[in-house]
């Protein structure tokens, strides 16, 4: 095993890139996928860094995600709805391709949505709601899943973790940034304490006879719960609603059905709204990015943290000194760097 080792962000990001070059994607697919990879190992988001190729590359050689896709971005004239069809490839490469043209009609018109369909989706949403704050947007990110959690007073699988996330723009700080799953928490999270042999808080998930279960085991085979109680469950029934329905792409059932199994990265598509303070707050008087600001000292002076502030530590840490990786993690990337897709099962 190699000693632990500080790999720069770009060295990482070269390193993850070649990852998935091996494995046979495309370049299109293969940097967009390294950049949201390197983004969440950057900002010490475990759950979304390098755990997550090999979910990846699984979904790649269950040929349930195309590797050469080149996606279609296409909007109507004088329409605040931009559409990119991802072409069976991974969601990031969409949105990075259908980002310039949502954040140019959300500034010409104050509000504009990014509709992704056809896509698989395996990371977390603050990159894309990061991403419009960048352009001094606003922005609401929202995608189904698998089912793979129980309504309130069910006990089955039915709706997905459904993530959620929103950024507020900020001058001269990082924006304002949530992103939560609808459920008590991720599936990554539940499985990286399976992986660690750790019992799961109470609260999180019932087993396959809906008996609540603090296994992780348990709960992987039966369903984790909403956040919150009826008001998770009544907004991850909302994202099955908008970014499902309303969008025309897979609900969370639908996903596992075509899927057939939780083990790989789901299909369905993805809902991005972006929004200009400036175009909304026009005539009114203040300046609406000086009044958030109030609003936040006034958060922070009361003791509170503002949400992934501890993101943006460990982001201002990576850019100085580098990622820190362990001797197994270096193992691990090295071998499915050597062996592509014959690294996965």
Not at 69 to 95: H, L, M, T, W
Not at 145 to 157: E, F, Q
Not at 242 to 262: K, N, Y
């Amino acid at each position: 095993m190699q000693d632990n080792r500080h790999l720069t962000i770009a060295e990482l990001g070269k390193l993850v890139e070649a990852i998935f070059r091996k494995a046979g994607l495309n370049a299109v697919q293969a940097g967009a996928l390294a950049r949201v990879i390197v983004a969440g190992e950057r900002d010490a988001c475990k759950s979304h860094g390098i755990y997550r190729i090999e979910g990846a590359l699984r979904t790649l050689k269950a040929g349930k995600v195309r590797p050469d896709a080149e996606p279609v971005v296409s909007v109507q004239e004088a329409s605040a709805i931009v559409k990119v069809d991802a072409k069976g490839g991974f969601a990031n490469p969409a949105f990075e391709q259908g980002l310039p043209l949502l954040a140019e009609r959300a500034q010409t018109y104050g509000l504009a949505a990014l509709v992704i369909n056809d896509c698989t989706h395996f990371s977390a949403l603050w990159p894309e709601a990061e991403a419009l704050t960048q352009h001094g947007l606003a922005g609401l990110v929202m995608c189904p899943s698998y089912a793979t959690v129980a309504p309130t007073g069910g006990n089955k699988p039915l709706l997905g973790t459904n993530p959620f996330a929103f950024a507020w723009p900020r001058q001269g700080r990082p924006p304002y940034v949530f992103d939560f799953a609808t459920s008590v928490a991720a599936r990554g999270e539940i499985e990286l304490y399976r992986r660690a042999g750790k019992p799961l808080p109470e609260g999180w998930a019932i087993d396959a006879e809906g008996q609540p279960t603090t296994d992780p085991t348990a709960a992987l085979a039966g369903a984790m719960l909403p956040f919150g109680g009826h008001k998770g469950s009544a907004i991850g029934t909302m994202i099955e609603l908008l970014a499902g329905i309303m969008i025309g792409d897979l609900t969370s059932p639908e996903a596992l059905a075509v899927l057939g199994t939780t083990s790989l990265a789901p299909s369905h598509g993805e809902l991005i709204i972006a929004l200009s303070p400036e175009k909304f707050a026009a005539g009114r008087p203040g300046d609406p990015f000086a009044r958030a600001e109030q609003l936040f000292e006034a958060i922070v002076g009361q003791g509170a943290r503002l949400p992934s502030q501890r993101r943006f530590q460990a982001r201002a840490k990576s850019e100085q000194e580098g990622i820190a990786l362990t001797g197994a993690e270096i193992d691990s990337l090295d071998r499915l760097l050597a062996l592509g897709l014959d690294a996965v099962n």
